[in-house]
């Protein structure tokens, strides 16, 4: 693989991983801080894209038409939807949908206008690897052998189980899901969805265009519905952050 973006959408995603990148460059586009440099011997770009669709289309083409960077690793929270995702797992998203897109009677709902389609794919071998880095993190979690996180501080902010990571449909929209009546919605609309986020469909919309291969890695911090749970900045510092620190890392060891 040659170069490599890692996105987030807020600071607190990306700090570890910043952190890792003590020599990096800065480079200012669009309103953004674009830090490149290596990461287990990979050329890394890592940005924070802001929150919403049009601000993660932004970054995403910004990475593309800039940085020429060769693939796109979106990586954040999320609402859980699908039965048996909860707090604390992880989503890697095989596809993406918008599920505020509605362009209908003239296209059907949830289709993009001129594409002929309503889900943009991710790409299966860079998915596979996400995936499978997840894993390893979750199981040196349960096995007490990772430096990241433990069971105890995974206890602490409301993760009681132990972790799995799903596979399948994440949707996403440009408004905050926090209610059951909402979440409900969007089951009935798509059963098979796993995982509700701000982001996703449109960076894969845009990778599609540029022929890019993306993948997306959501850690489920909520289950989208009026149920309150512990502090959100506190659960993306103290598990969120801690998560993509060392999935990607186990990526990019994996890959070296």
């Known amino acids: ?6 996105v987030s959408a807020i600071d607190q995603e990306l700090r570890g991983l910043l952190a890792s990148l003590p020599n990096a460059q800065c480079v200012r586009r669009a309103g953004r801080e ?11 770009v890592l940005v924070r894209s802001l929150i919403g669709k049009v601000a993660a289309a932004t970054t995403a083409a910004v990475l593309l038409e800039h940085f020429q960077v060769d693939a796109i690793v979106f990586t954040g929270v999320a609402g859980g ?25 003239i296209f059907a709902r949830f289709e993009v206008p001129l594409y002929g389609r ?9 998915s596979r690897r996400l995936e499978i880095a997840c894993a390893r993190v979750l199981s040196s979690i349960a096995a007490g052998t990772c430096s990241e996180l433990s069971t105890v501080q995974l ?5 009681a189980h132990g972790p799995r990571v799903h596979r399948g449909l994440i949707v996403s929209g440009d408004r905050f899901v926090s209610s059951a009546a ?14 509700v986020e701000m982001e996703g469909a449109a960076l894969a919309q845009v990778c599609h265009d540029f022929g890019v291969p993306c993948a997306v890695m959501r850690t489920v911090s909520d289950r989208a519905d ?10 993306i510092e103290d598990v969120a952050s801690r998560y993509t620190h060392a999935a990607v890392l186990a990526m990019l060891g994996a890959m070296a």
């Open 1 to 6: 693989m040659g170069r490599l973006a890692i």
């Open 118 to 126: 309503s889900r943009f794919g991710t790409d299966a071998l860079l």
């Open 226 to 235: 009026d149920t309150a749970h512990v502090d959100f900045n506190r659960f």
């Open 34 to 44: 674009f830090w490149v440099g290596t990461l287990c011997g990979h050329d890394v």
């Open 182 to 195: 909402e979440a409900q919605a969007l089951q009935s609309d798509h059963a098979d969805a796993l995982a």
């Open 155 to 159: 206890a602490g902010c409301g993760v």
């Open 81 to 105: 939807l699908g039965a048996g995702v909860r707090i604390g797992d992880i989503v890697v998203a095989d596809t993406l949908l918008q599920h505020d897109m509605d362009a209908s009677p």
